[in-house]
Every structure is written in C-alpha cells, then in structure tokens.
C-alpha cells in the first residue's frame, strides 16, 4: 500500500453502500491514486465505473470520464448525485443555457467526476477549461471503441490521444468489457499509455445462464418465455428495424408492455422508449443492436436473440446487459440454419474481400457457438483466451441437458467422400454450398460447369435436406475433419489428415443431435431466497419514491438489496445499514419509510424462515423509534401542493428536474413543520444549509403567505 493511501472502505459504504470490493476494483483504484496509468479489463457487471468514480471521492480535482453513450452519461450521474456525489455531464443533449450553467460549476470547482463525449472533450474551449479545472484522473470508458478490430470502432476516439500531450503528469485509465488481444494492445498504444499497470478479470458471468433453442415459430415461443416470467423485465435482440417494431407490436397486443428500440427512431422516441424501460413502465425492449451499451439498469433478468447475432464479441456484450446486479438472469438464443444463410448473403455483398474474409470467419465461430454440444460457457471463455476451470458449469443447457449423440459414419463418409471426389476431379476446392447441392443432386448452372453430376456422390444424400448437410458439415468442421479456409470470395472446404483416415480406414463417426426447443428450465442458482410478499411491497415502494424523483427505480435501490431486506427483516437503521448498496445519503432519505413498509407487513404477517444454505433464519425486529426527524405522518396536503408549485417554477427557472429542487419528502416535512426562519428550513430532513439559502426565500414565502390566509380564514 502506497505511504498516506486514503482509507477506502469507509467511502465505499458512505457514497456507494458496499462493505467491500469485487475482484480487481481495489488495486485498480490504489494504482490510479498513486498516479499510474491503469489499463483495466472488467466484463459487464464487474464494477468497472466504481475504479473512477471512488477516486474522484479521495481528494480534491475533478475526474474526468470520457464515455461514447449520452443516456449512459444521465444514468450514470443521476445514480451518483442521488448518493450524494458531486457528478455532471456535458454533451449535446442539453440545452444551451443548461450547459452554461454548469460550466460555471465547474468553473467555480463544485464537481468531483464530468462525464463527456469524445467529440466534445476535443473542442479546443473545452480543452482549454480543463486545463483549469484541476484535473487529476482521466478515464476513458468503452476503450475498445479506439480500436479499428474492436466490435464497435468509433473514429473520434483516435482524437483522445492529445490527452496525453496536453496532460503529461495526469494518470490515465482505460476500461472495457470486452477486448481480444489485439484490441487491448492497440488500446495501450493508441492513448499513449506509460507503462501501464494491466488488470485483466475473469469473463466468466456465473449468475447468467445460456440456452440455445431451435427457433420454430419464435413469436410463440418468446410469448411462452415471457408468460412464465410475468413480473421480469428484459432485451429481446432483433436482426431488423421491422423486426423490432412487429415483434413489440403483438407483445403489446398479447398484453405484455414493449416498445421498439432502432437507429431509424427520432431521438425523442429512443429517449422516451429507453426512460420507460429504465423506470419499469414497460417490461420488455425489442432492440437492434443499436440498444443496450447505455443501459446500466441493474435488474435486465433475461435478454433473448430472436435473431443469430453477427459475431461472439457483439453476442458476449449483449447478453452481458443481464443480471449486472449479480442475481441469476437468463440469456436465449434462437437459431436456425435460415437466418445463417441470411447472415451469409449480407456478407457475401461486401465489396472487400477482407472483410468478407473476416466476417465469415466471424459468423463461423458464433455458428460453431450456436451449434456446440460442448459447455456454452467455456465456448464464450475460450474465445476471450480464458480457460474454464469446470467441464460442467452447471449454467448453460448443454450442461445441464447434455444432447444426445448418434452414430453418423454414414452421413460422415457421404460428405468427406463427396469432398475428396471434387477435389479428385476439379483439382480444387469448393465451398459448403457446392458440396452440399452435390450430395442433395441440385440441378443448378454451378453443377453443370464443373460436371458435378458426374459424381459418384452426386444425389447420394437425398435422406437429409440442405440445411441439415449444413449443420453436418459445420459439425465435422468441429470435429477436426473437414478445414475450412478462405478463398477470394468465399470459404472452401477440404479434407484433414484425420477425415481421410475417416474414409480410408472405415472409422466410426458419433454426431450430436441439433438443438431442440424445449421450455427453458425454471431453476436458477444463485437466487437470494426471500419473503416474496414483502419484496413486492418493496418493489411498489420503490416504484413510488423514483416516480417522486423522477428517477429510474434502480437508482433508488437495486433488486439485490430489497431481496436482502426481504430476507433480514431489519428493524432499525443500524440493521439497514448492513444491507449492500445502502448508503449513508440512502439510509438518511429513504431509511424510516423503509423501515416503516417492513414493520407494517411483520404486523400483518409471518416472518418466513427460508430454504438458503447462507441464511441463518430473519433477524428479530429491534423496533421502530419514531421522532420529529423520522415521522412520516399528517401534514398540510394544501401546503404541500402549494409548496410544490413554488418547486415547479424553481426547477424551470433553472431548467432542472424538480427532484434536484427538494424531493416529494421534504416538502411534506415542510408542511408538517411550518418553518419559518432559513435556520429552522436548513434543519428540515433532505434540505441542508446550501438549499436553504439557494431556495428558502421562496418556500418560506410560500409557507407565510399559507399561514396568513388559513388564520383569516378561520378567524
């Protein structure tokens, strides 16, 4: 530990409500306060945001994360400022005098994190601000956008290596998800990082559990999915605009709450689409890829592809929006050889054969993943160069159902003899198709150039239908007996040493059955076993204070911390405090209507004793002290709306969200308490010195002026 290192665990409770770190976060943050350039490599749900966001916490300065996603930013601050971080953002989003106004707080030092786009931080003002601003740390989220062979190249990244000239003696940390190889040293020399201090976590999500299904009628079985999850939100990723928009269509129509989520949608519809999601009005999104990288809700419990996605990275990072509050969330995955062939004609239009090359191999891999009898989980290790450390992971359906196998020498030696017999005759190799039209005897214009008709193996294979050769050959492609190359404008197929053997030698071949369609299973490790009943009432308060807020629902609590507070019964602040994610500001704002839900249900119902190894069984309610500062009773609701109207005019003076003003639960302290001073307004719960001053003359203006008229009213 570096001499006069900040004690961190104390502001980890205060500001984020955790009692300790995950894997990595703590030696990325002490390396980063002692001025070293980190390079960190953390997946979805890993904590990656906290190694920048605590820092800014330990001393003076101002953090500035550079982040490509505009609603990521808003989320992102909105959660900070609600645990009583000094955060903002700057981008496009904001009105001109908005955007003012917090140049002046910067300017006058009042924020310790800034959020900015790429595009923006450049501007040569901008830059010349942060040259006065007192920077101390550079984040660059999404790092792998800088980078030409990560899965989402964004050119004004390459601007970001000037931060490096302009700030020598800044330390720079760069953060991803998702990353092979040679992204990650592209990252480190594309920002000029001075030997940097090189975390890389595990990509294991072990609360995620991954099935691939056979898709037949889709519709009918996402419907079927998501009737047996009646009260979980989710993503269901589509290949096409239209997609998203028929599929959220019949959703709605079968009484499931969606909306559509594509590139083709105004910016006011994408908002207004992605706030509904994040506040819990709307169940489930039907997105394009264009969606999800900046949602940070933390309770996504399934994302479902209703279409194959492109590559494993894009599929990695998609399915990594589930389960980021670690409880057990599922990921679906529909395939057909259809949309396979759809794939490949979209490829096959490129103009460059480099990236047809790249590409297919692309889609190779997610096919070989799609199609695998082998454990999903260490199929999606393995691509990041990660080694599973279980055979059985006990998390994906390959695990948990092992397919069966089936002796296929026949099928096998009609397609390796098939491949030899070409290769005999032409003198060179073709691709999957052209095999395949030979096994099946297609009469077709290529059949007929090369004289393929001639073939003793022409038309053998008329007992299985095109896609099913497919998938036979992919399947022996896996198995080490057929190699696939690249030729100018496809892949071509040849025999292996060990596929001649096949032929040659009469050797016994055992195939996997294709995946199937069963209902995905109900069980789910992981879960925090709890009072249901209890948990919805939670779920109902919570909705309520982020409604008053005006606020996502997560941002209030997350669903790992009403889970834990279903299953302890705390009966005191002390006991709240103990829940993870429950923050010194959390406890002060929302600890006695928490604690008031929960007495009120004990009193209504048996505590339950659950069936969880971990717990011990609910701790006994230590009771409720009820005081001026606490009580949640009778106030004036005429005052209360009067003062609401006062809050209103103030927040569109300033062009704020009226919950920045004074929450919902200190204009009702107000009505109860009357204060007539900006000493006694400062001692209201939630409102504080610095608002008492910036607002009291109003309020107090408004509460004089009621009191005036209800004394000559009744007099």
């Given at each position: 530990?570096?001499?006069?290192?900040?004690p961190?665990l104390?502001?980890?409770?205060?500001?984020?409500g955790?009692r300790?770190?995950?894997?990595?976060q703590?030696?990325?943050?002490?390396?980063?306060?002692?001025?070293?350039d980190?390079?960190?490599?953390?997946?979805?749900?890993g904590?990656?945001?906290?190694?920048?966001?605590?820092?800014?916490?330990?001393?003076?300065?101002?953090?500035?994360v550079?982040?490509?996603?505009?609603?990521?930013?808003?989320?992102?601050?909105d959660?900070?400022?609600?645990?009583?971080?000094?955060?903002?953002?700057?981008?496009?989003?904001l009105?001109?005098?908005?955007?003012?106004?917090?140049?002046?707080?910067?300017?006058?030092?009042?924020?310790?994190?800034?959020?900015?786009?790429?595009?923006?931080?450049?501007?040569?003002?901008?830059?010349?601000?942060?040259?006065?601003?007192?920077?101390?740390?550079?984040?660059?989220?999404?790092?792998?956008?800088?980078?030409e062979?990560?899965?989402?190249?964004r050119?004004?990244?390459?601007?970001?290596?000037?931060l490096?000239?302009?700030?020598?003696?800044?330390?720079?940390?760069?953060?991803?998800?998702?990353?092979?190889?040679?992204v990650?040293?592209?990252?480190?020399?594309?920002?000029?990082?001075?030997?940097?201090?090189?975390?890389v976590?595990?990509?294991?999500?072990?609360?995620?559990?991954?099935?691939?299904?056979?898709?037949?009628?889709?519709?009918?079985?996402?419907?079927?999915?998501?009737?047996?999850r009646?009260?979980?939100s989710g993503?269901?990723?589509c290949?096409?605009?239209?997609?998203?928009?028929?599929?959220?269509?019949?959703?709605?129509?079968?009484?499931?709450?969606?909306?559509?989520?594509?590139?083709?949608l105004?910016?006011r519809?994408?908002?207004?689409?992605?706030?509904?999601?994040?506040?819990?009005?709307?169940?489930?999104?039907?997105?394009?890829?264009?969606f999800?990288?900046?949602?940070?809700?933390?309770?996504?419990?399934?994302v479902?592809?209703?279409?194959?996605?492109?590559?494993?990275?894009?599929?990695?990072?998609?399915?990594?929006?589930?389960?980021?509050?670690?409880?057990?969330?599922?990921?679906?995955?529909?395939?057909?050889?259809g949309?396979?062939?759809?794939?490949?004609?979209?490829?096959?239009?490129?103009?460059?054969?480099?990236?047809?090359?790249?590409?297919?191999?692309?889609?190779?891999?997610?096919?070989?993943?799609?199609?695998?009898?082998g454990?999903?989980?260490?199929?999606?290790?393995?691509y990041?160069?990660e080694?599973?450390a279980?055979?059985?992971?006990?998390?994906?359906?390959?695990?948990?159902?092992?397919?069966?196998?089936?002796d296929?020498?026949?099928?096998?030696?009609?397609?390796?003899?098939?491949?030899?017999?070409?290769?005999?005759?032409?003198?060179f190799?073709f691709?999957?198709?052209?095999?395949?039209?030979?096994?099946?005897?297609?009469?077709?214009?290529?059949?007929?150039?090369?004289?393929?008709?001639?073939?003793?193996?022409?038309?053998?294979?008329?007992?299985?239908?095109?896609p099913?050769?497919?998938?036979?050959?992919?399947e022996?492609?896996?198995?080490?007996?057929?190699?696939?190359a690249?030729?100018?404008?496809?892949?071509?197929?040849?025999?292996?040493?060990?596929?001649?053997?096949?032929?040659k030698?009469?050797?016994?071949?055992?195939?996997?059955?294709?995946?199937?369609?069963?209902?995905?299973?109900?069980?789910?490790?992981?879960?925090i076993?709890?009072?249901?009943?209890?948990?919805e009432r939670?779920?109902?308060?919570r909705?309520?204070?982020?409604?008053?807020?005006?606020?996502?629902?997560?941002?209030?609590?997350?669903?790992?911390?009403l889970?834990?507070?279903?299953?302890d019964?705390?009966?005191?602040?002390?006991?709240?405090?103990?829940?993870?994610?429950?923050?010194?500001?959390?406890?002060?704002?929302?600890?006695?209507?928490?604690l008031?839900?929960?007495?009120?249900?004990?009193?209504?119902?048996?505590?339950?004793?659950?069936?969880?190894?971990?717990f011990?069984?609910?701790?006994?309610?230590?009771g409720?002290?009820?005081?001026?500062?606490?009580?949640?009773?009778?106030?004036?609701?005429?005052?209360?709306?009067?003062?609401?109207?006062?809050?209103?005019?103030?927040?569109?003076?300033?062009?704020?969200?009226?919950?920045?003003?004074?929450?919902?639960?200190?204009?009702r302290h107000?009505?109860?308490a009357?204060?007539?001073?900006?000493?006694?307004?400062a001692?209201?719960?939630?409102?504080?010195?610095?608002?008492?001053?910036?607002?009291?003359?109003?309020?107090?203006?408004?509460?004089?002026?009621?009191?005036?008229?209800?004394?000559?009213?009744?007099?």
């Open positions: 530990m570096e001499p006069n290192a900040p961190l104390p502001l980890l409770k205060q500001y984020f955790f300790s770190f995950r894997p990595l703590e030696e990325i943050i002490r390396d980063a306060l002692a001025g070293r980190v390079f960190a490599l953390l997946p979805t749900g904590g990656k945001s906290l190694c920048f966001q605590l820092p800014a916490m330990t001393r003076d300065g101002l953090t500035v550079v982040s490509p996603l505009i609603a990521l930013m808003k989320d992102q601050v959660a900070l400022q609600a645990s009583g971080v000094p955060a903002t953002f700057l981008n496009s989003s009105p001109a005098g908005e955007a003012r106004a917090r140049l002046r707080g910067l300017h006058q030092g009042e924020y310790r994190l800034l959020y900015a786009a790429p595009e923006r931080l450049m501007l040569s003002g901008v830059m010349s601000d942060l040259q006065r601003w007192n920077v101390n740390l550079l984040a660059i989220d999404e790092a792998h956008c800088i980078s062979w990560g899965h989402d190249f050119p004004e990244y390459r601007q970001l290596a000037g490096r000239q302009l700030f020598p003696k800044v330390p720079m940390m760069a953060l991803t998800a998702t990353a092979t190889d040679r990650r040293q592209d990252i480190v020399a594309l920002l000029q990082l001075r030997e940097p201090c090189c975390y976590a595990s990509f294991n999500r072990p609360n995620l559990t991954y099935r691939v299904f056979a898709k037949n009628k889709p519709y009918e079985q996402l419907l079927d999915f998501l009737r047996k009646p009260r979980e993503i269901v990723y290949q096409s605009r239209k997609s998203t928009e028929s599929v959220a269509e019949r959703l709605n129509e079968a009484g499931v709450k969606a909306r559509p989520y594509h590139a083709g105004t910016p519809e994408r908002s207004e689409h992605q706030d509904l999601f994040l506040r819990d009005e709307v169940r489930v999104v039907c997105a394009t890829i264009a999800g990288m900046g949602i940070n809700k933390p309770n996504v419990r399934f479902v592809h209703y279409d194959l996605p492109k590559n494993i990275e894009g599929y990695y990072q998609e399915t990594g929006r589930a389960g980021r509050d670690g409880l057990p969330s599922e990921c679906v995955l529909l395939f057909s050889a949309d396979v062939m759809k794939q490949t004609r979209f490829i096959d239009e490129k103009p460059s054969a480099k990236e047809r090359n790249i590409a297919h191999e692309q889609l190779r891999q997610m096919v070989h993943y799609a199609e695998s009898a454990c999903r989980r260490g199929e999606l290790l393995g990041f160069g080694t599973s279980e055979d059985n992971c006990g998390g994906c359906d390959n695990c948990l159902s092992p397919r069966d196998t089936y296929g020498t026949l099928a096998a030696q009609k397609f390796l003899s098939c491949l030899y017999r070409i290769r005999q005759q032409s003198g190799e691709g999957m198709n052209q095999i395949v039209e030979v096994l099946t005897g297609a009469e077709t214009e290529s059949i007929r150039k090369w004289g393929h008709e001639k073939l003793s193996t022409y038309g053998i294979g008329n007992e299985h239908s095109r099913e050769w497919k998938a036979i050959g992919r022996l492609i896996r198995l080490g007996l057929v190699r696939q690249p030729a100018e404008k496809f892949q071509v197929l040849g025999l292996t040493e060990e596929g001649l053997a096949v032929i030698q009469r050797k016994p071949v055992k195939l996997t059955l294709p995946v199937s369609a069963p209902a995905p299973a109900e069980h789910r490790t992981g879960e076993a709890c009072d249901e009943l209890l948990f939670l779920v109902r308060l909705k309520q204070l982020a409604d008053e807020r005006a606020v996502p629902p997560h941002i209030v609590f997350s669903d790992v911390s889970r834990q507070m279903a299953r019964y705390p009966g005191s602040e002390r006991d709240l405090a103990r829940i993870s994610g429950m923050s010194a500001r959390k406890l002060q704002e929302f600890g006695p209507v928490v008031a839900v929960i007495v009120g249900h004990l009193e209504t119902q048996p505590r339950q004793i659950f069936a969880d190894a971990s011990e069984g609910p701790r006994k309610p230590t409720m002290r009820r005081s001026a500062a606490t009580d949640d009773g009778p106030y004036d609701e005429d005052l209360f709306e009067q003062l609401r109207a006062v809050r209103r005019k103030l927040a569109e003076e300033r062009n704020l969200p009226a919950y920045i003003i004074l929450h919902d639960s200190a204009l107000l009505a109860r009357y204060p007539q001073t900006e000493e006694e307004l001692q209201i719960p939630h409102v504080g010195a610095k608002k008492a001053a910036d607002f009291g003359e109003q309020f107090l203006a408004a509460i004089t002026e009621h009191t005036r008229t209800r004394r000559q009213s009744s007099g």
